[in-house]
Structures are given as structure tokens and as C-alpha cells.
């Protein structure tokens, strides 16, 4: 129920969706383009009983899929934590859910108080396409040499001027970005890249992805990772690698928010 003159509470989501059924994370102006976003705010706004707007840690790309978005949003609705998820869920497209829900101070923001993100890019590498997870997985029928691959990412670990990696259409003020983790390693027929960083540009993890499947493939060295790093100039790197492989698996925050869902593993 919602009180008279109750004061708005503050409440934080973890989110898992498949990005193959939205264009994107971002609302759109044209109604027939899905979105995440919409169709969270729109399930929220109904157990809420009055307007809803959602802010996120990171917005994602068209086909891009999560396990750990994080979101915030404030009502002055008054409910037990488990409408938040059960109830909202209820009314949710199927291809997004609510894993859980918390309240948290009016300090906590989705995005701002964020310490890190970390994406995961699941890369089947056989001959032949996967049919059962082809919505999450980019399929390269060559070979790739995983060692290669995590050699070449270990060039990229810093804080650094990612301006070859980034998409021509990124709005961030400063390409800077500082990545703490980059792992490759393989998984059966899967080449599986896992990277932290701070804050992602436009396109940065795809982009990556790009470069290191040209060097695993043997038609550069693992050096070439750091020369496009070097250069500044997204000409000089590979190809954006495709949408479907790249899931956001984590957003850490603070130990003081006591988020559920920030522990480590």
C-alpha cells in the first residue's frame, strides 16, 4: 500500500536479462524498439502504483546480456522486499528478471557508486555453429590459441588511454579507464574471455575481443594488443566483435552497502 506523505525509500535490484530480445539497456523513443529498461520500469511502475524511474550501473548494447545489472530506483510505496522481485517479475517480459532486492541509503547510486563491472565473452571455437546457445555465444569456426590471447590481454592492464578501443559514437568526457583483471583461458570448445575494469567505454570489451581473436588466430603477435593500445586510433585496430558473446556478469560495490549479491565468486 502507499501512505499519505510517506518518504520515498531508495531501493537497489540485481538484474538478469537475455539482450537478444531488446535493443539495448536504454529506453527508446520509438515504441516498437523493446528495451530493458522499459519493460523494467513499466513491471515496477505497476507494483509500485505510480511512476518509476530505474538508474543502472552500466547500459548495455543491443543483444548484450546480463546476470548482474544493477539498478536503483526510489517509491513511496510501502512493500515487502520479495514484491520487488516475485511481484515485478510476474509482470516482466520473459526475458528479464529480478534476481533480488535491498534497500540501501540515499547515498547508494547504481552508477556512481560502483568500484568495478565485469563482463564475460563466450566464444565457441569449432567448426561447427552452436545451435542451442547461439543468442550467447559468437561462433569462429578457426582455431584460437587461448595462451596467445591472455598473453596480449596482460597489455592492457592499467589505467589507460583506451581511445583505439573505443566506439566512434562514445560520449564519455576522457578515454581513461583502468583494467584490474583480464583473463583467457578455454573451456572445452569455448574461448572464454573474463575482464574488470572501473568503467567500460562504448564497444571497449567488443572491441578488445576483436583484437585478441585476430592475435589468436596467429595473424598477429601478442604485442600487436599493446601497439593498437599505443596508437590511439580505432583505424588501427580489428573489427567490433559481435554482441551476442558478451554477458555483464558483475557490479562491486562498497562492503557498506552490504549488497546481497556483491560477494565475491
Not at 67 to 94: C, Y
Not at 144 to 161: I, P, S, Y
Not at 196 to 220: C, D, K, P, S, Y
Request: hydrophobic content about 40%; some cysteine.
Amino acid at each position: 500500500m502507499t501512505s499519505p506523505g510517506t518518504v520515498p525509500v531508495r531501493l537497489a535490484l540485481c538484474v538478469e536479462y537475455d539482450g537478444s530480445a531488446f535493443h539495448g539497456w536504454q529506453a527508446q523513443t520509438d515504441p516498437r524498439l523493446p528495451t530493458v529498461q522499459e519493460s523494467l520500469e513499466k513491471a515496477l511502475s505497476s507494483v509500485a502504483d505510480h511512476p518509476v524511474r530505474v538508474h543502472c550501473a552500466g547500459r548495455t548494447d543491443t543483444g548484450v546480456h546480463a546476470i548482474g545489472q544493477v539498478v536503483h530506483f526510489e517509491t513511496s510505496s510501502i512493500r515487502p522486499l520479495r514484491a520487488w522481485v516475485h511481484g515485478v517479475n510476474s509482470m516482466l517480459d520473459k526475458h528479464v528478471a529480478v534476481l533480488d532486492a535491498v534497500a540501501v541509503d540515499d547515498g547508494f547510486h547504481a552508477r556512481f557508486s560502483a568500484l568495478s563491472r565485469r563482463y564475460r565473452y563466450r566464444i565457441s571455437n569449432k567448426s561447427v555453429r552452436p545451435v542451442l546457445e547461439a543468442n550467447f555465444l559468437t561462433h569462429h569456426h578457426l582455431p584460437l590459441d587461448e595462451n596467445a590471447m591472455h598473453e596480449a590481454g596482460q597489455l592492457l592492464l592499467g589505467e589507460r588511454d583506451f581511445t583505439s578501443y573505443r566506439g566512434g559514437a562514445c560520449q564519455s568526457k576522457t578515454p581513461m579507464r583502468n583494467v584490474t583483471s583480464l583473463q583467457v583461458y578455454r573451456a572445452g570448445d569455448e574461448v572464454v574471455m573474463e575482464i574488470e575494469a572501473n568503467a567500460f567505454l562504448l564497444h571497449m570489451v567488443r572491441n578488445i575481443v576483436g583484437v585478441l581473436m585476430v592475435i589468436g588466430e596467429g595473424r598477429q603477435p601478442p604485442r600487436w594488443a599493446g601497439e593498437v593500445l599505443a596508437a590511439r586510433d580505432r583505424t588501427m585496430a580489428a573489427v567490433t566483435a559481435p554482441p551476442n558473446g558478451l554477458c555483464l556478469v558483475k557490479v562491486s560495490y562498497p562492503a557498506k552497502y552490504q549488497l546481497p549479491w556483491n560477494q565475491s565468486g
